[in-house]
């Protein structure tokens, strides 16, 4: 079981921070403004700042821009955007064309799961995603029971299509590739060189962010990811005891005194 995040210390010779975005450094879905605060606080250290979320091509590209980040990896791990002095850099998991053929196959499980799941909705998000599908079962539409939400899964597995449970929606997609994954892509396109995990730490909420718990050694799940750890066998290493960005800001702090 995780410990609590007031005997955690940072990692020796540290890089920076990955941290998932919905729940992690929001709340009710507002981010709360103090988490911008502790990335600008974290890049005058001299440390990299990464958010990775299943949010879709469209949120990437906004906050790629805008943010304090030293870029982000979104979908789950399927794309991943920076922006320098040459500007904006994309990179897919997937070339055109397999996204272009996944896309008819991940509709046709849309059309599935919406006419077999009372209550469901495409997450609002949904127009500019490059790679996956969003089933949205608690941010626009009243929330779904845990029966509901593994029907959608089921439907998504049963298709062979990968899929994972975020704090609010239901991700899946066709590929080999996950937060993980995109990860480390992501570190050898932005720098050049392997990530070496034990050098970061990630903060994450929920059951789709098991494989950076399982990978990264210097884990932290804000609280509200014990609501998830049911459906979860790697669990964080720390917690903190505030909710969604709050912890966020807890955590930093506990690093960056």
Request: net charge negative.
């Amino acid at each position: 079981m995780p410990q609590s995040i007031e005997h955690m210390s940072a990692p020796s010779d540290w890089l920076g921070v990955f941290c998932d975005i919905d729940d992690t450094l929001t709340v009710d879905g507002r981010l709360v403004p103090e988490v911008l605060v502790q990335m600008e606080r974290a890049r005058a250290h001299g440390l990299r700042v990464v958010p990775i979320t299943g949010r879709p091509a469209g949120w990437v590209d906004h906050i790629a821009r805008a943010w304090p980040v030293d870029g982000v990896v979104g979908e789950n791990g399927g794309l991943w955007f920076w922006t320098d002095e040459r500007g904006m850099h994309r990179h897919y998991f997937q070339d055109l064309p397999i996204r272009t053929a996944n896309r008819r196959r991940l509709d046709a499980i849309a059309g599935e799961v919406l006419a077999a799941v009372p209550g469901t909705a495409l997450a609002s998000d949904q127009p500019y995603r490059e790679l996956d599908l969003a089933i949205d079962f608690r941010e626009d539409v009243p929330a779904l029971d845990d029966a509901a939400i593994d029907e959608i899964v089921s439907a998504f597995v049963a298709q062979g299509a990968h899929c994972k449970v975020s704090s609010i929606h239901v991700n899946g997609w066709f590929g080999d590739f996950d937060k993980l994954k995109g990860v480390s892509r992501f570190h050898q396109d932005r720098w050049g060189t392997d990530i070496d995990f034990s050098r970061w730490v990630f903060f994450g909420d929920s059951a789709n962010d098991e494989p950076m718990f399982k990978a990264f050694p210097h884990s932290i799940g804000v609280a509200n990811v014990a609501d998830f750890m049911p459906r979860m066998i790697h669990h964080p290493a720390w917690i903190t005891a505030g909710h969604g960005g709050h912890g966020f800001v807890e955590g930093m702090q506990q690093l960056l005194p």
